[in-house]
């Protein structure tokens, strides 16, 4: 049983076993009964699955105060040079092959990071190898903080017709900078919206905002 102390300073318990995470309160911890389950599907097919996320790379160019990799979170790794090698992009492939729903319209394949902008040229490598074998049915999906969308980055996306970016920004420029800071300190989002006027003006039927 674990300790779990909320910013409230409410304590609760938890308890992870068979794939259940269980809540405690401080009352029922004592008779020990659970009073939340969240359970995972009991069966997953191994062989019907549409969607795949990669983490292309460790790093990233931002250190947004409250990210999960920013060291500040128990377990949780910090940012780092680490990023996928070749090999295990190999293997990538053969597994997605081996588990991709036969029967699917779509495959989609998400590249996640950090920014995984970073590790662009195994992104197109990557690609690559999985149009050669799916052909029309890969729809390919980037999260991305939107610092790396250069014009360059930004022509090269338009060349697919299969690509979704999804840009993050916090609100407004105050909200954004607070936390959303470059590596060097400095706010980012006038940096990122300067990007997103050049995918506007270079694919504007492409960008819808949320
Ligand atoms: S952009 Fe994402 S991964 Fe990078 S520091 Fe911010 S929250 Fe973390």
Redesign the pocket.
Known sequence: MHKFTTSSGKCLWYDVTNNRISLYSKESEEKALPVVHFNQPAIIDGSKITMFTIEMTQQ?????S?????GKYRDRRQ?NEKEISYDTLRDVVEFIEKHADKDAAEITVCFY???ALLARKKIEWLIEGLNTIYGERTRFSL???G?ALTENIIDWIASFDNFLVNV?IDGNKMMHDR??KTIAGKGSYDMIVRNLEVFKKNIPMFLIKE
Do not use: A, K, Q
């Not at 409250?66 to 920013?70: A, F, G, Q, V």
């Open positions: 990233c160019n931002l250190r947004c409250y990210c999960c990799y920013s940012h990071g950090g920014e999260s991305t903080n610092l993050t936390c959303r």
